[in-house]
């Protein structure tokens, strides 16, 4: 009798255990499959109180150029993972701007670099594009000229990868590894920080706005390394933006 009393509360244990196993399996599988982007229809506005804040030059340019969509980068931010590569004393020597007209020093001029000067104040634009392939919405914003980089958003369901790409025209002097050749341009993947979009999207919808965060994965750059003794910047960036994109021109194909 007390065998079988032990046999009975054996199997209960193991049944409970099982139990409570599938339902921790449940819950982390829920997990894994919950959006990852936000909808807030309050987006389209912090996307025209950013876009208040463009300069007279790019508002003309945008009437002729960005006719399918605009992104409003604000944050643009380097990160440099071989700091420890860096010449020593290097930052000791410091080059001070000349006045073209007096041949002095000019005190006035500022020397913030393209990044620092980027902010929501002071976004810059990037063409963007929204188009549907299958079920998957392509959301891409770039800007190329000589050089420039471009980002691809792939919204499928709850899914959302990211790739992020750098273009150098005039020399190879890109890598993703350091095992590869130089290359004039790099794909590589980024992390979604954050994707907010004004709806959920659909095909029949006339515009998108959104709002994105990325972080790429680390490549090399052999563009102005000159301060690290390994010849190349070993970086990845952190870039965030407001972007507003015509369906009209994506319903695709």
Known sequence: ?????????????????????????????????????????????????????????????????????????????TDTLNKQDKIKDFNSIKLEPINSETGQIDTTE???????????????????????KKDTLIISSSIYLFSGFGVTAKVYKNNVRVTYSEVESEVKSLKRTLKEAKRFEITIPAKVNFLTMDRIPTRNMPELFGHIGILTSGYYSYINAFEFETDYIHKRMNLQFYFRCDMKSGLHK
Not at 118 to 132: A, E, G, R
């Open 1 to 77: 009798m007390t065998q079988k009393i032990i046999l009975l509360k054996t199997r209960f244990l193991l049944r409970t255990t099982l139990q409570l196993n599938l339902l921790f399996i449940f819950l982390l599988s829920s997990q894994l499959v919950l959006p990852q982007y936000k909808v807030d229809s309050s987006i389209k506005k912090d996307y025209f109180k950013i876009h208040e804040n463009l300069k007279q030059e790019f508002k003309d340019e945008i009437i002729k150029e960005f006719k399918e969509g605009l992104s409003l980068v604000y944050q643009v931010k």
């Open 110 to 132: 500022t020397t913030l670099t393209d990044e620092e000067r980027i902010s929501k104040n002071d976004p810059y634009p990037l063409n963007c594009s929204c188009s549907f």
